[in-house]
């Protein structure tokens, strides 16, 4: 008798310990996701940026698209046109709000790494997006962003292309363009563009040369100078590559003074007015960089460093070359951005 009831004492443990271990694998489902969420503090992350013009729509909407799913507070903050010293005041503020996590444009090598150290040194967690500038690996800090050498030489080697194809010469001057002075990425895309001409030039026994030309952020005042470049050197030019999305003023300045056809005219992003200018024929083409990844994905290795630990890493956002024979798929594409 004693036996047995050593054995149904036994059976009995085992049948406890059992329903014990259902009863917690119960809990979890058991609980609201409300109840869940209260035991995770709730993130704050900063982006700023350098120029918060229609660009960067796509980068906050992939921002905060991320930071809605993972329930952060987001804040996005840029002055409208580029400003080194007032981006710089930005970054300080968002540094001394104590956030969890910061995205940064870093667009020349030496005037924001005091504050990236500061930040990081405070325990913030910090991703570089869009422009980051050489020595950033230093810095100990990841890049979501294009390549933009070879992005240039992609944009050489298709103004050198639609020049050829539309002037029928094959010597005259492409003018590379940009919006603004001392920001490294317009100047290693235009640095990549050069040396896309010259590799069409060898290849296809052509000799364009090329001449830096700094237009403006401002509308109004790039397209005036665009047309004092057009009036003094109008017999040698044959193509406008820009770095970056003045495209568009160059787009506009051709179809008001009727010049459509008279030279190649393109370059960077995907705005609407860009995107209207290839599609009605005032530009012909377009290098696209995925800013929606450079908001989403600059998030998820936030994320990743901020819950996990792991450290952030680089990522390319690519080179997509837009024209007449993708135009309407990437205008729909890109028309949730608008809304």
């Not at 918060?52 to 409208?80: A, H, I, M, S, Y």
């Not at 990425?185 to 030039?201: C, F, I, K, M, S």
Request: aromatic share 10%.
């Amino acid at each position: 008798m004693k036996k047995k009831a050593n054995q149904m004492s036994r059976r009995g443990f085992i049948e406890k310990v059992a329903l014990a271990g259902a009863g917690a694998a119960l809990l979890p489902a058991m609980l609201s996701p409300a109840a869940a969420q209260s035991n995770t503090p709730r993130r704050k992350v900063i982006f700023v940026t350098h120029s918060n013009d229609p660009f960067f729509v796509p980068v906050r909407k992939g921002f905060e698209t991320f930071g809605k799913l993972r329930g952060w507070e987001t804040q996005f903050l840029g002055k409208p046109v580029q400003d080194t010293q007032e981006t710089l005041k930005l970054m300080e503020s968002a540094v001394a709000a104590k956030p969890d996590g910061v995205g940064f444009t870093r667009i020349d090598t030496t005037s924001f790494d005091d504050v990236i150290l500061k930040a990081k040194k405070a325990g913030i967690a910090v991703m570089l997006y869009n422009v980051a500038s050489a020595g950033y690996k230093e810095l100990g800090v990841g890049f979501v962003g294009q390549d933009f050498v070879p992005a240039g030489r992609t944009n050489g080697l298709q103004v050198a292309k639609y020049a050829q194809q539309i002037t029928g010469r094959k010597d005259g001057l492409i003018v590379l363009c940009e919006l603004a002075a001392g920001n490294s990425a317009l100047e290693q895309r235009t640095e990549g563009a050069r040396q896309g001409v010259e590799e069409y030039n060898k290849k296809n026994g052509t000799n364009y040369t090329t001449e830096v030309f700094i237009t403006d952020g401002d509308q109004a005042k790039a397209i005036a100078r665009i047309d004092a470049k057009w009036t003094a050197k109008k017999d040698q030019i044959v193509g406008w590559a820009h770095a970056d999305q003045a495209i568009a003023y160059g787009a506009a300045w051709a179809a008001d003074r009727g010049l459509t056809g008279k030279f190649a005219n393109g370059g960077f992003d995907l705005i609407p007015a860009i995107l209207s200018a290839i599609d009605k024929g005032y530009a012909q083409w377009s290098i696209g960089q995925n800013p929606y990844a450079q908001g989403w994905v600059t998030s998820s290795l936030l994320d990743m460093m901020m819950e996990a630990g792991y450290p952030g890493y680089s990522y390319d956002t690519g080179s997509e070359i837009v024209d007449k024979s993708n135009i309407k798929a990437v205008i729909a594409r890109e028309a949730k951005f608008s809304k």
